[in-house]
């Protein structure tokens, strides 16, 4: 009589479940690496478009729109970073603060915990674009328009550069202290 065995021994079993183990504790640094860097890109993206959006609304309507940081989805807010949230919305008195009359076109309500959104004097609270589509500072603000915003998380940093022209330049910035 001839049987046929179907099926693997514990050995076997065992020998495979640790080198599975080993090659996901090898694999796990630069897989995590790779899903900090995702979430950079994605958050990057997020704030592009606004910004975009904010551009493109100024040159469409001939008027000044204007980015800034909010945490409440109305309200424009002088501390903190970008990282928590921002709005979109119609400046038409020109002085980055919205009013209850001006209209907030887009918003974000934030970035997940451990992001930092925050720039440096020129576009550490607002970004605000007009009818050709050029980055102003409002009147009375005065000074340079272009900046850097820098988004940190997990030692992964990214900068935003804005010129005076409305454009942005996304490059690897040095790295974020944990």
Known sequence: M????????????????????????????????????????????????????????????????????SDDGQLCRRGGGFDQGWIVFDDRDNDAQRDPMESV??????????????????????????????MERVPGDGGFVGGTLTLCHSAISRQLRFNILGRVRVVEGSPCSE
């Open 2 to 69: 001839n049987s046929k065995s179907y099926g693997y021994t514990l050995v076997e079993l065992l020998f495979a479940i640790t080198l599975i183990g080993t090659l996901s504790m090898i694999a796990s640094p630069p897989l995590q690496q790779m899903l900090h860097q995702n979430r950079v890109a994605t958050e990057v993206n997020g704030f592009l478009a606004a910004v975009y959006y904010a551009r493109s609304e100024a040159i469409k309507q001939s008027r000044r729109i204007t980015v800034c940081k």
């Open 105 to 134: 076109l887009r918003m974000n309500n934030g970035m997940p915990t451990g992001m930092q959104l925050s720039g440096n004097g020129p576009v550490a609270h607002y970004l605000s674009f007009v009818a050709t589509g050029r």
